[in-house]
């Protein structure tokens, strides 16, 4: 997109690099627009992936204005380019298992391990979220539940778009509390105009695979309380969606500590 637009705003009278990019931005904007509108995409993974289809467009627009400076007029460069873009994603590597991902938080609770621990294998209601992280549409813990006892139950952590099912791996009271994920929901519901949007990247492209609770006793009484989520993320580039997944992981993890952390100290 960066190259053609740029390309065919200059082929004629090649104008300055700026007036290009804000050419591209806009035609970028209406493509957004566009699928926003369609109902093809939610606003929030639209925001979210703006800087990163700018920053490519910009690249493009850097060389589309450079073939339109070199061959005025002509249309050879902008039908070489078309060509050779979608070629290049052939050399990118295919197929490759994506790297397990840790997000670790933490919290101190003023209440002994015992007490921390009947909140951890299961909480009650939490309230709903006041923040507008949450409001958006991305999911959030609301409560859990356990079937069984001991390795081998089957822990339920309700969002609000779905349940994770987690058979319990390790379970030593007071201590740690360790489980596989067997089944998640969708990771958010797109905020949109629509009632129901599910474009195919909320569907197993961030995949949580196990999770830990840990309960370390402090020395004055108090109890430290550790979460643990390991995932992959099939989206790439990953160094860019990581920023995002890692730290709405981790304001899931908050709102779970917390929630615990208030219970525990409540005595209840």
């Given at each position: ?74 249309t050879?460069?902008?039908?070489l ?42 909480f ?44 319990i ?5 007071g ?23 599910t ?18 006793a ?13 995932y992959?993320?099939?989206?790439e ?24 952390q ?7």
């Amino acid at each position: 997109m960066g190259v053609i637009t740029a390309f065919l705003f200059n082929r004629r009278h090649p104008g300055e690099l700026r007036d290009t990019l804000q050419v591209v931005a806009l035609t970028l904007a209406l493509a957004t627009g566009v699928t926003f509108l369609l109902g093809w995409e939610g606003a929030l993974c639209l925001a979210m992936v703006f800087p990163l289809t700018f920053g490519l467009a910009a690249m493009g627009a850097l060389l589309g204005h450079r073939f339109a400076e070199t061959q005025p007029g002509s249309t050879r460069s902008a039908a070489l380019s078309v060509l050779a873009l979608p070629l290049s994603t052939l050399a990118l590597p295919q197929g490759s298992e994506p790297a397990v991902r840790e997000v670790r938080s933490s919290v101190e609770i003023s209440a002994p391990a015992d007490v921390v621990w009947r909140n951890v294998i299961a909480f009650s209601p939490i309230p709903e979220p006041d923040g507008l992280l949450f409001r958006t549409g991305v999911a959030y813990p609301r409560s859990a539940r356990i079937e069984g006892k001991g390795v081998g139950a089957v822990r339920y952590c309700v969002f609000s778009t779905g349940a994770f099912v987690e058979p319990i791996t390790a379970w030593e009271p007071g201590r740690r509390l360790a489980f596989d994920v067997r089944e998640s929901p969708a990771p958010m519901q797109e905020w949109s105009i629509y009632s129901r949007v599910t474009p195919p990247h909320l569907d197993g492209y961030l995949a949580s695979r196990r999770g830990e609770f840990r309960l370390v006793a402090l020395a004055d009484g108090r109890t430290r309380l550790e979460g643990r989520t390991w995932y992959q993320l099939r989206i790439e580039p990953q160094g860019y969606w990581a920023l995002f997944s890692d730290y709405l992981i981790h304001r899931i993890h908050r709102r779970v500590l917390t929630h615990i952390q208030h219970e525990a100290e409540a005595g209840r």
